[in-house]
């Protein structure tokens, strides 16, 4: 299941500052999900929940005319190169040269490989600087979209801080290079413990279940009702929902995260991106996205987690290729 869009519209030009082996380092091999698109086989590579709530920061949006200088530069100009909030400041996510990314990935080895999506290449690696183990993404320099999403990565990650959204370390922006610096999630993510689960692999127990549902839920929850103006994730689904050792969630990817409505506003209108089986079809129908959309993904996950189905599968009858359909038609049946 890919990642879908239509044209854009007019209000579409507002922010969107728009992994496998263990590569030598130890530890547990895991592919972890952190690119755009990525799949069960081009994998993406991620606590506790009583833990005292983050204080919300507030998210600039940037102007249309930068917005769209960035995108057709392709993120070849000076503005695109050193990413900045609506105040010009650069962000406060660190910087690494090209150089230092090569060797934490032993010069991006095919031992390192973690999976590959929209985005680009993700690799493991090791900081010579501190001797962190991190995941590298690295942007396809032929991909149409990649510079908007690491703009919009590197800026909402920058701003936004929650024990359930992924840390995004830093990055790099060194000529045309454009690269992601995360932490490293062992346990990848969770789509690889629901689907295809190998024989010699225990699947998920309930009650770890509901603590990845709860956790997921209170990362939605932070940006949708912390962070002002809200923020819509817009491509909550189980790829995207990373794990550590001890299997605590974590919401990774936003490159296609969007500013919500503020004030009086009810939605956002927007091209429709999103992925096939978990965007809402109200939003899929009319470009006009809310919260609720992100509310719509979030059921849709929910459901994979009790039924342990995909949410589009087309290898089921015809009846049951799409989850929610059909959980609606046996609900419907069995009233």
């Not at 230092?100 to 900081?127: D, H, I, M």
């Not at 790099?172 to 413990?193: F, I, K, N, T, W």
């Not at 794990?243 to 490159?255: C, I, Q």
Request: with cysteine; aromatic share 10%.
């Amino acid at each position: 299941m890919g990642c879908f869009s239509c044209f854009d519209s007019p209000a579409d030009e507002q922010l969107n500052p728009k992994f496998g082996a263990d590569c030598g380092y130890g530890g547990t091999s895991a592919a972890a999900a952190y690119g755009a698109g990525f799949g069960r086989h081009g994998d993406r590579g991620y606590p506790d929940l009583q833990q005292a709530p983050m204080a919300a920061p507030r998210v600039e949006k940037l102007s249309a005319a930068a917005e769209k200088a960035r995108a057709k530069s392709n993120g070849l100009t000076k503005e695109a190169s050193v990413p900045k909030d609506a105040n010009g400041n650069a962000i406060s996510a660190q910087t690494f040269t090209f150089r230092e990314l090569a060797t934490a990935t032993r010069n991006f080895r095919p031992e390192c490989f973690l999976g590959e999506g929209g985005f680009g290449r993700v690799y493991k690696g090791r900081l010579e600087s501190t001797g962190q183990v991190v995941a590298i993404k690295q942007l396809n320099r032929d991909g149409l979209q990649g510079n908007r999403e690491f703009l919009v990565e590197v800026l909402m990650l920058s701003l936004l801080h929650h024990q359930n959204l992924v840390n995004l370390i830093g990055y790099c922006a060194d000529g045309d290079q454009r690269l992601l610096v995360y932490e490293y999630m062992p346990s990848g993510s969770l789509e690889d413990h629901l689907h295809d689960i190998p024989l010699d692999k225990e699947a998920l127990d309930w009650n770890t279940r509901m603590k990845i549902a709860a956790g997921a839920a209170k990362g939605l929850e932070y940006l949708h009702d912390k962070a002002n103006p809200p923020v819509i994730y817009r491509d909550f689904k189980s790829s995207n929902i990373l794990l550590d050792e001890s299997f605590h969630p974590k919401l990774s990817d936003f490159g296609l995260a969007k500013l919500g409505p503020v004030g009086d506003k009810s939605h956002v209108s927007t091209r429709v991106m999103g992925t096939y089986g978990y965007c809402a079809p109200e939003y899929a129908m009319t470009g006009q996205l809310t919260v609720k959309s992100d509310v719509y993904s979030f059921g849709v996950v929910l459901l994979e987690l009790i039924t342990g189905r995909r949410a589009i599968d087309s290898t089921r009858p015809h009846g049951e290729q799409n989850l929610v359909s059909w959980v609606s038609d046996d609900l419907f049946t069995y009233k």
